[in-house]
């Protein structure tokens, strides 16, 4: 059974993440790397790691705790710095820790590792929550 | 007839970006925005717009004029500001510039807007050329 | 006689530079590059690019025309890209300009350009307003 | 006696930060604040950060055991996210961490710190090697 809070449709679904782990000031995701994410070098296409980077550093700052209610986010700024190369047919690991911040934003840093743990890209970046999500209780979440 | 040159492949056909323009120091991208580019909020997933900004950015410094041989490079560093937001129904449109670089390296700034010609995200960044990509001429394209 | 809002204290003074311009979304500031300047390497240090593009990129999110009031906002982040080195003997010019944001945030650009308008660094990023500076009327000088 | 290695003239000397420890892939320098470090609003001016976090990741990068050798490298992109203030008679601790790269371009990342190890802002970057410095033999130092 998929967790329930693995995304299942807009750009989560059309790339293709998964949810490893969501606590407070922490999440982590994984990505199996296939051909559909690649550029045309042959390598996975830099949007790729950017996308799990704005993904898992914005869930590090949102996590929330309260059933039923969820906190949510607008990415301000965000830096990616491509430290390695990744082929089709291996898994990407990212994972995003909230450093900072307060009730109006907040900062977050991680990075994407590879095979045997080799670093793809770090990351970093702030985040504006929005109106009411600024609180660990967060918002209902429809 | 599509451009012979807009990617028909990889993450590129994923996201469904098609080029626009691409000339020496210049590149220009189009996204129709869907259901499958939104994130949990109901607007356009921050990976969308470093997406687009990764790849014109990118096509910006390396432009070939030579029929059959193309240049490559890779990113090194992408920074996005993210200003505004997207929703479905909409097309995005991506301007990438070389600023500066030589032989080397690179560097390009550009735009993401949506309609009206809202600015919706900026972007900066460095990128490395592949061995032969620094001169004009490029390499073979295979 | 020195314009009135050229900085003459604190690490402006420090670094040097001087108002060239400010006006509404817009400011431009100037250096002129000394022994005091310089790495080890006989060139510009990095902080002195950063510092002068976080100084106006900041003003150009804070320029109050109400005589007696001020307009105060916290750089939340600065991406600095290096493209040319500058030695002693040169004059810096940097400017900025305001490219988004609403009464929470602002979003700025801009570049530094050495001697014949040479490109020596671009910047972006992101400020918080101080309450009551997100509006154009800001607050009490002191 | 100083440590021979901390900086004594040029931007290093005029900002004042000192040579903590130097070691391979690892740097830190430390920093008084003092009434010419701050900004108009009083606090530590944003230059302040971005300076000992270029100084303190590039040294991450260029450390040389060969005596009478060096390694330089320039900047290509530094990002700063700022995540506390600082006043005027603290002391501030930057550390920076080589994380990446070879002998062309390296990748570093780090953070000041201020009283109680307070994280006042983090940083990112890319440098690349000058000519015979992407050797961990170095260059000749003069």
Chains 1, 2, 3, 4 share one sequence.
């Not at 990616?80 to 690991?93: F, K, M, R, S």
Request: with cysteine.
């Amino acid at each position: 059974m998929l967790d329930p809070q693995t995304p299942k449709h807009g750009f989560a679904a059309l790339v293709g993440y998964r949810l490893v782990d969501w606590q407070e000031d922490r999440a982590e995701i994984a990505l199996d790397v296939e051909a559909r994410h690649l550029n045309r070098s042959g390598i996975a296409h830099g949007g790729v790691a950017a996308t799990l980077l704005d993904t898992v550093l914005g869930y590090a700052g949102c996590h929330c705790a309260v059933p039923g209610r969820v906190r949510r986010a607008v990415t301000l700024s965000l830096t990616v710095n491509y430290i390695g190369a990744v082929e089709a047919g291996t898994t990407l690991v990212a994972v995003g820790r909230r450093v900072g911040g307060g009730r109006r934003v907040f900062y977050a840093e991680g990075e994407v590792r590879g095979p045997d743990g080799a670093l793809v890209a770090t990351g970093s970046g702030v985040w504006r929550y929005r109106d009411g999500s600024g609180s660990p209780e967060g918002v209902p979440a429809e």
